[in-house]
C-alpha cells in the first residue's frame, strides 16, 4: 500500500489489478482490467490508478457480494440452456430462475461487466477492449467506410454479462408504436404496439412515474431501474431553446405520447449507477442453485438429433469442450452477429453458404443471416470557440460522484440529448420518424492529474472543447448479411453491412443533416454563449473536391466517414410461414428444429425508430413467458 499526493491531498492508493481482492470463499473480487489500460500511455497510470481504486471500493458500483458466482465446470443436463448472457439472454435466464423448478445454464463467452463501467460518464473505456468486446471488423465495404483501413467499419459488440447493456451510453429508447404495429401486420400476430407495451412496462422500474412520467406508459415494478441523470452540461437546456427557437418540438418523454422532437432521454441507472440486464434480472438469482453461469465459454455447436430436435449445447471453456444436454429447450441470445453464426455452425442455414465452407446441412433455413440492418450516421463535428478543451474527468468531479453518486461522472455527458423526427421522405402520416439525432461531447477521458483545467491535448493547448452530433438514418433500404468465414467456431464471421448502398439512403441522410444544421443557421444563441461553429471537418479529401457545407461535401463525408449506429438488427427476422427469409415464428421458435428459440435483437423484423436495448428486453420478456406456458 502506497500515499500519493493528489491536489494537496493524500490519498490511499491500492493496487488496480485483475485478481482476487480478498482470498476466501465468496470474498468481494476486482472485475475489469485495470482502468489504466484503457489510456494511451504511461503517464496516466498515477491518477487513473486512484480513480480505479476509489471505484472499486464502492460497494454499489463494484457490488462485488450481489455478482452471480460464475461455474467453472458445467453439470451435464440442464431443463434450459440460454447461449449469451447479454441483454436478452439475461433477461429470459432471470425470468424463468424465478421458477426455481427450473435448472438453467447460461453460456457468456465474456466476463462479468467492469467495475469501472458501472459509472455512466466512463462507460466508452472499455468499449474497444479486447477482453469486453467482439472487436469486430466489417469485410469491405462496397461504398461506405473509406476513412476506414480497406474500407472496414468497426462493430463495437459487448463480450460480457449484460451484453450492451453494460457498455451502452444507458439511454432507454423504445420503438415507436408504429413499428411494432407494422411487425404484427407483417404476419406477427401478437406484436403490436398495445400487445408489446405490457412487456416494456414490465420490466421497468420507472422511478419518476406520476411526477414526470405516465403510468400509461411506464413501469414502477420492473427490475431494471431507469431514471433521469441528476448531471446535464451547461449546454444541453441552450441547446433546447435553439432547437425550440429554430421551430423543433420538445418532448417531455420520447417514450410516451409525444414521441417526436429533442428529449433529455432517461437511462437505465439506479442512483448514479448502471443497472445493466445481468444486475438487473441475474443478481437477484445469485443464490438460485438452479441457475448456472459459464463465463468466459464460447458456445461453438447447437447440437441437433436425427429428429430435427435441438436437445444440447458444445462449448468451449479453457481451451476445453463440454458437452451439455437440454431437456426443455435451446434459447439462442447470441445477438446479431454470433446467433446467425452459431446456427451456421449447426448446420441451419442456406445451403450454398454451408457448403461453402464445408459444415453438412441439417435444414434448409434462407434466412440465416440475411436482412442484416443497421442505422448509419454521419459525425458534424462543432466547435465550441469559447470553451478550452480541457478534460472532463477531475478530481473534483471523482469526489463528487464518490460522496452522493453526483456530479459529472453521474451522466453520460451529451449523450442524454436525443432527437427524433420525420423528414420529408417519411411517411405522410407521421407516425414513423425516419431521423435521429445522437450527441457525444462532455464525456470523460483518461487524465492524467485530474487538476480542473488540464487540457486533453496538451500538444494544443489553444483547442476549442468540441461535441459530436450525429443525424442517423433509421429506416435504410440498405441489407446487409452475416455468413461463416470457415467451419472454425472461433473464427469471426463475414459481415457485410452494405451501408448507403441504396442511393436514396444517401439523400435521406443528407437530408437529416440539412434538418440538423438549421438549428443553428436559425438562431445565434450557442453562436453567441459558447462560440459555436461547424468544424470545418476535411473528411478526406472531401473538403478538397468539394465546397465546404455543399450537398457533395456531405454526401462524400457519409461515405467517408460512416458511423455505425451499433442498433443492429433482423440477422434471424421473425415472420409467418408464408415469409421464405424468416427464421422464427411469432413465439420465437426457430422454424423446422424444435426446442430451440431466439431471444435477441436478430429476431427484430424491421428496424426500429430508436435504439434496441429496450426493444431487445421486451422481445426476452416475451420470449420467457412463451416458455413458461409452453
Known sequence: MSYRSVNN????????????????????????????????????????????????????????????????????????????????????????????????????????????????ALNLAFGNSNETSWGYKLDPEPVACRGSPQNRCAWSRAKMLGGCSSHHGLGYVRGVPRNYDDWEAAGNKGWSYKDVLPYFKKSEGNSEVGRLFSSRYHGTRGPMTIESYNYRPEILPDFFEAAKRAGFPISPDTNGEQFIGFSQIQGNMRKGVRVSCAKAFLRPHRNNPYLHVMLNSTATKIIINKDKVAVGVEFVYKK?????????????????????????????GPKEDLDRVGIKQVHELPGVGKNLTDHVSVGVTLALKKLKNYNDLTWNAVQQYQKNRGGPLSAPGLTQLFGRFNSKYADKKGDNPDMLFMSYGFQAKCSRTGQEHELEDPEHPD????????????????????????????????????YLTESEDQERLLEAVRTLLRIFE???LLKDKYGLELNKTTYGDCSTKHK??????????????????????????MGPPSDRFAVVDNELRVYGIKNLRIADASVIPFPISGNTLATVVMVAEKAADFIKQK
Request: hydrophobic share 35%; charged share 20%; proline share 8%.
Open 320 to 348: 476445453q469442450y463440454f458437452t451439455v444436454m437440454a431437456r426443455k429447450e435451446v434459447i439462442l441470445a447470441g445477438g446479431i452477429v454470433n446467433t446467425p453464426q452459431l446456427l451456421l455452425l449447426s448446420g441451419v
Open 463 to 498: 483547442a476549442p472543447k468540441t461535441i459530436r452530433i450525429s443525424p442517423t438514418l433509421l429506416h435504410p433500404k440498405s441489407r446487409g448479411y452475416i455468413s461463416l468465414r470457415s467451419k472454425d467456431p472461433l473464427e469471426a464471421p463475414i459481415i457485410v453491412a452494405n
Open 522 to 524: 436559425t438562431t445565434t
Open 548 to 573: 465546404f457545407n455543399s450537398d457533395g461535401y456531405w454526401k462524400c463525408a457519409m461515405l467517408y466517414q460512416t458511423l455505425p449506429g451499433e442498433h443492429q438488427s433482423s440477422s434471424c427476422r
Open 9 to 120: 491531498q493524500k490519498i490511499n492508493i491500492q493496487a488496480s489489478t485483475w485478481k482476487t481482492k480478498m482470498s476466501g470463499v465468496g470474498g468481494p473480487q476486482f472485475y475489469g482490467p485495470p482502468f489504466a489500460a484503457s489510456c494511451p500511455g504511461s503517464s496516466f497510470v498515477l491518477f487513473m490508478s486512484l480513480v480505479d481504486s476509489i471505484f472499486r471500493n464502492m460497494p454499489d458500483v463494484d457490488d462485488s457480494y450481489h455478482r452471480v458466482k460464475p461455474k467453472t465446470r458445467p453439470d451435464e443436463i440442464y431443463d434450459y440452456i440460454v447461449v449469451g448472457g447479454g441483454a436478452g439472454g439475461s433477461t429470459v435466464a432471470g425470468r424463468l430462475a424465478e421458477s426455481e423448478k427450473y435448472k438453467i445454464l447460461v453460456i457468456e463467452a465474456g466476463t462479468d461487466e467492469p467495475t469501472v463501467m458501472q459509472v455512466p
